[in-house]
């Protein structure tokens, strides 16, 4: 059976979110599919339900109790590569989307434009597709567009001087990219935790950027990093 004809019944699904009326609904509305589903409320619980079974899809929301999505989507990613990953949240804006796909979402809908079908949407996630909501996907080509724009037709000024990046201010840019906490960076890296935010500081400034995801982009784009 190809993952095309792939039964519900025959996909596990983790389900994360916090808020009550929102899980049941998205709950009860793929028990009545026939997949089998598991639900989590916090981080924690979701790191828990991991450990004991790698499921075939992850439905997860950004903001939880205790922690961040992302750092729940990259786990997945780097611990179980087959497992489809949809976002599911509220949170539209560019650093969350760019941040969620980069370390390993393949969707990402929004509450306020969730399908009527989640069942469907699912069967679509595994088989191969990336369901978007309409407001990113148009970010997206935006954003792709005005890349293309800039290749082919770079505005006057000054040529980014990107080798200014020293390799430390590298290896943290890829931190970054990959949705590490400061602390994890610091770590990684052999760092004091206060001397994160002044490299990234600098990183920015160099890269004439205001934000993460702007940063990820920027280095990708510039071949400083690859995700």
Same mark, same amino acid.
């Given at each position: ?8 019944? %025959?996909? =596990?699904?983790? #389900?994360?979110? &916090?808020?009550? +009326? @929102? ?9 009545? /599919? ?69 370390? %390993?979402? =393949?969707?990402? #809908?929004?509450? &306020?434009?969730? +399908? @009527? ?9 595994? /088989? ?69 935010? %002044? ?29």
């Amino acid at each position: 059976m190809t993952e095309q004809d792939e039964a519900p019944a %025959g996909i =596990t699904i983790l #389900l994360v979110e &916090d808020d009550a +009326p @929102t899980c049941w609904r998205l709950q009860d509305a793929l028990i009545k /599919a026939e997949y089998e589903v598991r639900t989590a409320g916090t981080l924690g619980e979701a790191r828990q339900a991991l450990n004991s079974r790698a499921p075939r899809v992850l439905l997860t929301d950004l903001r939880l109790p205790d922690g961040h999505g992302i750092e729940l989507i990259r786990e997945t990613r780097q611990r179980f590569p087959d497992t489809e990953i949809m976002v599911i949240s509220a949170l539209g804006d560019e650093e969350s989307v760019i941040s969620a796909i980069t370390v %390993g979402a =393949t969707g990402y #809908l929004l509450k &306020d434009a969730f +399908p @009527t079908d989640i069942a469907t949407t699912v069967r679509e996630l595994v /088989a191969g597709h990336s369901p978007i909501s309409a407001s990113i996907a148009r970010f997206i080509v935006r954003r792709t567009q005005g890349t293309a724009q800039t290749t082919a037709e770079p505005p006057p000024g000054p040529v980014l001087n990107t080798a200014r990046l020293t390799p430390r201010e590298i290896d943290i840019l890829w931190g970054i990219a990959k949705g590490f906490s400061y602390a994890e960076i610091a770590s990684h890296l052999g760092l004091s935790r206060q001397t994160v935010p %002044g490299h990234i500081k600098n990183i920015y400034r160099k890269l004439e950027v205001h934000t993460r995801s702007e940063a990820v982009f920027e280095a990708v784009q510039q071949g400083l990093i690859k995700l």
